[in-house]
């Protein structure tokens, strides 16, 4: 499949966004806590993963703003051991890199106000005076250009290899644009976009989803490789 230019106001890097303009990083979908879910024997440490991932974005992008788009938390009902400890590295390492941080709570986020005391949201407008972002589980109230959101964790299948991938497209018939991040946790396997249409995703802004472009990062080079939208997609991968 042939990668195709498309031209966007931002910029993608490992599973988040940055927004010039705005000078934000945002990010969903960290589902602190998942790890001790699992039923792995030895599971991966996601609190470390997630902070020394984080770490590397905030030197890269120097961002004056960190947007974490809703599900900081996986559980819904508790807070597992560590998991306090790791939001507060998170939040250290934020500050100490001199950007503020702020939360716009997903439907995972039951329990944020235990262990982040911090600033929240449903909405955040950004500086662009073009940009929302919110986690995406629901129609947001405020109005924009374009709207950032997490929720439904897309991945894509490319010559039977499973990846993580971004979408962008149009979200209405308005033109109202939406971005649409993959998990930020290495342990999300991401919902498999490839055969989906508007009614099989959780969050109600993808109404079209045959427009929607996916792009995927190549871990390796850094590169970002934008491919045409869903609907054309279909019929080559």
Same mark, same amino acid.
């Given at each position: 499949?042939?990668?195709? +230019? %498309?031209?966007?106001?931002?910029?993608?890097?490992?599973?988040?966004?940055?927004?010039?303009?705005?000078?934000?990083?945002?990010?969903?979908?960290?589902? @602190?806590?998942?790890?001790?879910?699992?039923?792995? #024997? %030895?599971?991966?440490?996601?609190?470390? #993963?997630? @902070?020394?991932?984080?770490?590397?974005?905030?030197? +890269?992008?120097?961002?004056?703003? %960190?947007?974490?788009?809703?599900?900081?938390?996986?559980?819904?009902?508790?807070?597992? =051991?560590?998991?306090? =400890?790791?939001?507060? =590295?998170?939040?250290?390492?934020?500050?100490?890199?001199?950007?503020?941080?702020?939360?716009?709570?997903?439907?995972?986020?039951?329990?944020?106000?235990?262990?982040?005391?911090?600033?929240?949201?449903?909405?955040?407008?950004?500086?662009?005076?073009?940009?929302?972002?919110?986690?995406?589980?629901?129609?947001?109230?405020?109005?924009?250009?374009?709207?950032?959101?997490?929720?439904?964790?897309?991945?894509?299948?490319?010559?039977?290899?499973?990846?993580?991938?971004?979408?962008?497209?149009?979200?209405? +018939?308005?033109?109202?644009?939406? @971005?649409?991040?993959?998990?930020?946790?290495?342990?999300?396997?991401?919902?498999? %976009?490839?055969?989906?249409?508007?009614?099989?995703?959780?969050?109600?802004?993808?109404?079209?989803?045959?427009?929607?472009?996916?792009?995927? =990062?190549?871990?390796?080079?850094?590169?970002?490789?934008?491919?045409?939208?869903?609907?054309?997609?279909?019929?080559?991968?």
């Amino acid at each position: 499949m042939t990668a195709v +230019d %498309v031209d966007v106001p931002f910029l993608l890097y490992d599973r988040a966004v940055f927004v010039p303009a705005a000078e934000t990083l945002v990010l969903a979908d960290t589902h @602190l806590g998942k790890a001790a879910a699992s039923r792995v #024997d %030895v599971p991966l440490d996601d609190g470390t #993963d997630t @902070l020394e991932r984080l770490e590397g974005l905030l030197a +890269d992008t120097e961002p004056a703003t %960190v947007v974490i788009a809703g599900d900081l938390l996986h559980s819904f009902s508790r807070i597992p =051991r560590g998991v306090e =400890r790791d939001v507060d =590295r998170l939040v250290d390492a934020v500050d100490g890199a001199g950007a503020d941080l702020l939360v716009t709570p997903g439907n995972h986020d039951t329990m944020l106000e235990t262990v982040f005391d911090g600033e929240t949201t449903a909405e955040y407008a950004l500086s662009d005076g073009e940009t929302v972002v919110c986690h995406g589980h629901a129609q947001p109230e405020a109005a924009a250009d374009r709207y950032i959101v997490g929720h439904d964790h897309p991945a894509i299948s490319i010559d039977g290899r499973k990846r993580p991938c971004f979408l962008y497209g149009p979200a209405t +018939d308005d033109g109202t644009d939406v @971005l649409l991040l993959p998990a930020f946790t290495s342990l999300a396997a991401g919902s498999t %976009v490839n055969g989906k249409d508007g009614s099989d995703f959780q969050t109600p802004l993808v109404r079209n989803a045959d427009a929607f472009h996916p792009a995927v =990062r190549d871990d390796s080079s850094g590169e970002v490789l934008w491919f045409p939208p869903l609907g054309a997609c279909r019929r080559l991968l």
